[in-house]
């Protein structure tokens, strides 16, 4: 059972490329979140899926786009990167609803724009 | 913004002593969540207290939660060097939406 799965763990990019760090989860959650981690300021969220087919801005949507492709899937899109975009990326799920439940996180993506 | 703020940043101390670590929160929540995370990975889950809890317990884990205050407090007993990892509160509330907002969190180093 692998919860929370992020690919890739680590990539370098250049200023101006494009990339999608994916993101899968195998316990049935409804809902489904991509975070930034940046030294001292804890996570912020960038955007979540409450349930399959829909997909809401959280704190720091700007530069970001995001596919919920199934139940499963979440994906985070990266247009045009930029410098201020290297971060620690963290995916998270939960059941969902709206009775707030924990969030199960992955490991990350350690991203670089250089 | 942030909500969840902790205090201390960091804190170290020796293998059988008692952490406590303290979250304030600044808006009304639904609940109060802590997670540990440890070198390199993602966030674990530790314990959710939700606005009508006052105390909650988990192992060696004991969470208050005082709303007329906005803070609440993770006190770790007989710690262990495998307990070395930072810990983030989050705070839950229904708000225009979803938002739950992480703290930047607590650096605990346990000392064999």
């Known amino acids: 059972n692998a919860g929370v799965t992020q690919t890739p763990k680590f990539q370098v990019l250049k200023t101006g490329q494009s990339m999608t760090l994916q993101c899968a989860q195998d316990?049935?959650?409804?809902?489904m979140y991509w975070y930034r981690q940046d030294p001292g300021m804890g996570l912020r969220l960038i955007y979540y899926?409450?349930?399959?087919?829909?997909?809401d801005k959280g704190e720091v949507p700007n530069g970001y786009n995001v596919s919920r492709l199934n139940k499963r899937e979440f994906s985070l899109r990266l247009e045009s990167a930029a410098p201020s975009q290297t971060s620690v990326y963290f995916c998270?799920?939960?059941?969902?609803?709206?009775?707030?439940?924990?969030?199960?996180f992955g490991d990350g993506t350690r991203l670089s724009i250089l | 913004s942030q909500q969840g703020e902790e205090d201390p940043q960091a804190l170290s101390i020796q293998e059988g002593e008692n952490a406590t670590m303290n979250c304030s929160y600044k808006?009304?929540?639904?609940?109060l969540q802590w997670y540990r995370q440890n070198s390199g990975r993602g966030l674990v889950h530790l314990i959710l207290?939700?606005?009508n809890e006052r105390e909650k317990h988990s192992g060696r884990l004991r969470v208050t939660l005082d709303t007329s205050k906005k803070s609440s407090s993770l006190l770790i007993t007989a710690s262990r060097a495998a307990d070395t990892a930072s810990y983030f509160c989050?705070?839950?509330?229904w708000g225009g939406g979803f938002k739950t907002i992480f703290g930047a969190g607590t650096r605990l180093f346990v000392k064999a």
């Open positions: 998270a799920s939960s059941e969902g609803g709206r009775d707030f439940q924990p969030q199960h």
């Open positions: 316990m049935n959650h409804n809902s």
């Open positions: 899926s409450a349930s399959e087919g829909t997909t």
């Open positions: 808006t009304s929540i639904n609940n």
């Open positions: 207290i939700r606005s």
């Open positions: 989050a705070t839950d509330a």
